[in-house]
């Protein structure tokens, strides 16, 4: 099966986002995101738009599940250098501990947390998340201070211009 990419305006795969948000949020019955475009003007990467609505929504879903009762994300897009777009996920929820960092991202894993236990997954949404952003030439990190202390979930992938 051939995969189809082509240049995506990354405005376009947060609209989706923000319709996920939504849902979401009328799920849970909670305050919604905040989101921060900082880049002027148009932001393409490279990819297949169900793929890359794939990743952002399992990083929100990620992040209203393990967000308790209040609900506080902020969804950030930046453009550090010409070559790269950073879309983050930032929570301030369960939060993960650092020895569990790198390994959230393998297939089957989840982290060993107080309340984790609590949330349903399969442990095969970062393992998907990864796959996708590294075909795609990118990478995907988690930053987290510890369990109570939130978490934040970084997606780099290659900035592309139209020719």
Known sequence: M???RKPLILALLLAVLAAAGLFLYRRSQSPP???RLLPEGEVLVIGNP????TVIFNLF???????GEKKDIVVDVRTPNMDSVLLSVQDRGIGIPKSELKRIFKRFHRAQTATAGQV???????????SVVRRYGGDVYAESAGEGRGSTFVIRL??????
């Open 50 to 53: 169900e793929e890359l609505r």
């Open 33 to 35: 995101m905040a989101a």
């Open 120 to 130: 349903k997954g399969t442990g095969l949404g970062l393992f998907i998340v990864r």
């Open 2 to 4: 051939t995969i189809r």
């Open 61 to 67: 879903d990620n992040a209203v599940k393990y967000s």
């Open 158 to 163: 290659p900035r592309v211009y139209r020719a």
